[in-house]
């Protein structure tokens, strides 16, 4: 189980998110949804740590995450922010073999698992990721953070600047993933259709505060609040 | 507005006002032998303004200012030796000629800079040669020009003094009026520069710090400004060294040195970066300390202590004492960062729009095709665009679609001239343009947006529009106008004092359309402009790029084929850099060798 506690953080003196709670239970994929500029990502950045907290905390797995970015990935975190922030210096085989040795996988192995998964990844594994282009840089991000072998996921915005086909593997290997490993998600991401083919929960934002929750069979039937919260 | 906000934004005119009156009326009391010390802490303090000007506003830390400080004291004080006979009055020679000569060398030094688009490492490290070559050279250049005798290692001497009278009559001054004449020209100088950093000047300079090629993109002749300003703070530094050599009436190569030059930077940050001001409180502060220290009541120790205060100033005062003391200030302040979480909804108005389109139409002329013709540019061995030939006409957009990697951003940045292609060429309005630099671009009429949002964090909302506007049409009032037209359309009219560094990822997206617009291109080139958009704002986008489309040359790089089908317009597929397929939407859906490469068949979606 990932929750996050009554989250009060932002920029400086600026707050941007005021008292947000949500869960993932284990297993689980969560949509976490609003228009731009509700704090999605800053709900990320909180969880993440990459924020000071003003107040509120997070758990994993019911412990209290302590407040440090790669103490939380080593407690099974995984992240993939919005603009990639792949090692641009380094291979797309390092990349990946990086993030799996410094929370003590075997980054052979990692780099394997991510080239058999990501096709498209393949002919540039000994490119420096600097020079791959800005999609190719995004299913780079995905497979280091799978790398990591997290137990939660968190994914802002997977499918900016992925072309359509990708998308929907990207889609199957999340599921998959879930399926097998029993990987928990959140995701934020604008293209609603994506988001409804892998969660089964969603949390709609707005303001920098929860709005509603809401599962998929409901926000799929409610076209109102689509409009309304989501601008679809 | 409340009052501490009032003062807050005129902070950096009236505290050195201020000050310069407590210096002032400090002279009446202090003892000489103070005063003429304290006298080389103000110079210093010029010199530090110098690097702030290149450094803290325009980004490039140069080791060369006391190089120009060096090259301004040696050539304002030989003109002095030689014509204070005339009139008795000194400062009105070796002042002019030391600022003129700095400026001249830092001007050469800045061309070779700027004009060979040097990265900063680079540029700092030539700065430094060449101050160590000066330093060489001066150790054994011996020349004597009429009175004045510069001999090498002994230095040239002589100098006259601080002389402000006219005639034969006319005495130098003591320490304590030497003191406030320095005060006065220092803050004649400060105020100067603050007023220049203040207007479009310093503004220009401030986005070429914080994104050049934006800059660039938006129609500013980035090297022009950087040599502009690197030349006038060669002159503020030429200054410092013509009075530097009335006040201590001698100059040796030591002014050189390296220890000169690495304590500039030193007072800078101490001061805090950026600031102006900063660096006369951190010449002051550095000077003070090293002067009481020296007075060996704490055992001489005096380099010791203050290694260990720069170290402790550096750990703790990241922005410096006066970006500390505006930190404490700020947080008292209201924070207009708050209105980053208000944005209304972006709502495009066509006839709007048209308005300022139809307007450029009159200063810019009518929409200019793009045309490439055998286009070729690789990178080792990747060809991102592999013998493109292609025209786009304004009328209808046009889309270019294709597999991550195919190299849709690579052409539209060979288009721009961000990527110098290798060979092939590039046509605006049927002027070949394939080896014009970017600003040259931007001017027939070309406005891009790269695939990532590029904003100037620091400035607010509205100031990142204005440049925009104001880069086109060269008038303030104009510029304003548009700008206020295109903040309402993005519905960011209560963020018009955020900072835009503030503004979420899908915020910045529409804030650099949004700058795109103000420029009014006649040729437009959109990198994924819908990444990241909800589909309202997206059905936005595409009223925007229609319109667009009537009045210029549209092109948008697009994942999105929701979009792409409501522009209704015309879409090349590219793969491994070359057209694969083209025609519209509808055909390339059913084009089996497109699915296969590109679309996919929504099999998990």
């Not at chain 1, 199957?172 to 988001?195: P, S, T």
């Not at chain 2, 601080?162 to 004449?181: D, I, N, R």
């Not at chain 2, 703070?233 to 410092?240: E, P, Q, R, S």
């Amino acid at each position: 189980m990932f929750r996050v506690v009554g989250a009060t953080g932002g920029y400086g003196k600026t707050v941007i998110i005021r008292d947000v709670s949500i869960e993932v239970g284990d297993g689980e994929i969560v949509a976490l949804l609003g228009r731009n500029g509700v704090g999605k990502s800053t709900l990320m950045r909180f969880a993440t740590a990459l924020i000071p907290a003003v107040s509120g905390h997070v758990e994993i797995s019911g412990t209290r995450a302590p407040d440090a970015p790669a103490k939380r990935a080593r407690m099974g975190l995984g992240y993939v922010p919005q603009g990639r922030f792949v090692f641009p210096r380094m291979t797309v085989r390092e990349n990946i073999a990086v993030a799996a040795e410094a929370n003590g996988h075997d980054g052979r192995k990692a780099v394997a698992a991510a080239l058999s998964e990501f096709a498209i990844l393949r002919p540039k594994a000994d490119d420096l990721a600097g020079g791959l282009s800005g999609g190719q840089q995004q299913i780079l991000a995905l497979a280091r953070a799978l790398a990591v072998e997290p137990k939660v996921l968190l994914l802002d915005e997977p499918t900016e600047g992925v072309q359509p086909s990708i998308i929907d593997e990207m889609a199957g290997i999340l599921k998959r993933i879930n399926h097998e490993r029993g990987l928990a998600i959140l995701v934020a991401e604008q293209d609603l259709d994506f988001c409804l083919s892998i969660a089964s929960r969603a949390y709609v934002m707005e303001k920098g505060r929860v709005r509603l929750e809401t599962d998929r069979e409901s926000l799929r039937a409610d076209k109102r609040l689509q409009q309304e919260l989501l601008g679809v | 507005m409340s009052l501490s906000e009032k003062l807050h934004r005129s902070a950096g005119l009236v505290f050195p006002a201020l000050a310069t009156l407590a210096a002032l009326a400090a002279a009446a009391v202090i003892d000489p032998y103070l005063a003429y010390v304290a006298t080389s802490w103000v110079i210093f303090g010029l010199l530090g303004l110098s690097l702030d000007l290149v450094w803290g506003r325009g980004g490039l830390l140069s080791l060369g200012q006391t190089a120009f400080y060096g090259l301004g004291g040696y050539f304002g004080s030989v003109v002095a030796i030689n014509m204070v006979t005339l009139t008795g009055n000194s400062l009105i020679w070796s002042l002019p000629a030391g600022a003129a000569f700095g400026a001249l060398s830092a001007a050469l030094l800045g061309w070779i800079i700027f004009f060979a688009r040097m990265g900063p490492l680079q540029a700092t490290i030539l700065s430094y040669t060449f101050t160590l070559l000066l330093w060489s050279v001066s150790q054994s250049f011996s020349m004597n020009v009429g009175d004045a005798a510069i001999g090498g290692d002994n230095g040239l001497s002589g100098i006259p003094g601080v002389v402000v009278g006219f005639g034969t009559a006319a005495e130098a001054l003591g320490p304590t009026e030497v003191f406030v004449v320095a005060v006065l020209i220092a803050a004649a100088a400060y105020f100067l520069c603050s007023w220049l950093m203040r207007g479009t000047f310093g503004r220009v300079i401030d986005c070429i710090r914080i994104d050049a090629q934006k800059t660039e993109l938006l129609g500013y002749d980035v090297r022009r400004y950087q040599l502009a300003n690197f030349a006038v703070a060669g002159a503020v530094a030429g200054l410092a060294g013509a009075l530097f050599g009335a006040w201590a009436n001698y100059i040796n190569p030591t002014i050189f040195s390296v220890q000169e030059a690495m304590l500039v930077p030193i007072y800078v940050l101490v001061g805090g970066l950026g600031t102006l001001a900063g660096a006369f409180v951190g010449a002051i502060v550095i000077g003070a300390l090293s002067f009481y220290l020296g007075g060996g009541a704490v055992g001489g120790q005096t380099t010791l202590i203050l290694g260990v205060v720069l170290i402790l100033l550096v750990l703790f005062l990241r922005n410096g004492l006066l970006g500390a003391l505006d930190a404490l200030w700020r947080r008292t302040l209201p924070d207009h960062n708050a209105a980053a979480r208000e944005t209304g909804s972006v709502a495009i108005d066509p006839t709007v729009l048209e308005g300022i389109l139809v307007e450029a139409t009159g200063r810019a002329g009518p929409a200019k095709s793009l045309a490439t013709s055998d286009l070729y540019k690789r990178f080792g061995g990747v060809i991102p665009v592999d013998k493109v030939t292609r025209e786009f006409n304004p009328g209808r957009p046009y889309s270019l679609i294709g597999p991550n990697g195919a190299g849709k951003s690579s052409y539209l940045k060979a288009c721009a001239g961000i990527y110098q292609p290798e060979a092939g060429s590039v046509l605006i309005g049927g002027t070949d343009v394939t080896g014009a630099a970017v600003v040259e671009r931007a001017r027939q009429g070309m406005g891009v947006k790269n695939q990532k949002p590029q904003v100037f964090g620091e400035l607010t909302v509205l100031d990142n529009l204005w440049m925009a506007a104001f880069s086109r049409t060269r008038d303030k009032a104009a510029a304003a106008a548009i700008s206020h037209k295109i903040l309402s359309m993005l519905g960011m009219e209560r963020q018009a004092a955020v900072q835009a560094s503030a503004l979420s990822h899908g915020q910045q997206q529409w804030l650099d359309i949004g700058m795109v617009l103000c420029l009014a291109p006649r040729v437009v080139l959109l990198d994924e402009p819908a990444a990241g958009m909800t589909n309202e704002e997206t059905c936005e986008l595409s009223v925007l790029v229609r319109t667009l489309a009537r009045h210029a040359t549209a092109i948008v790089v697009e994942h999105d084929m929701e979009f792409v089908r409501t522009l209704e317009g015309h879409v090349t597929v590219l793969h491994q850099g070359k057209v694969f397929a083209e025609g519209d939407i509808a055909a390339l859906r059913g084009d089996d060798r497109v699915l296969d490469i590109y679309l996919g068949r929504r099999e998990h979606v």
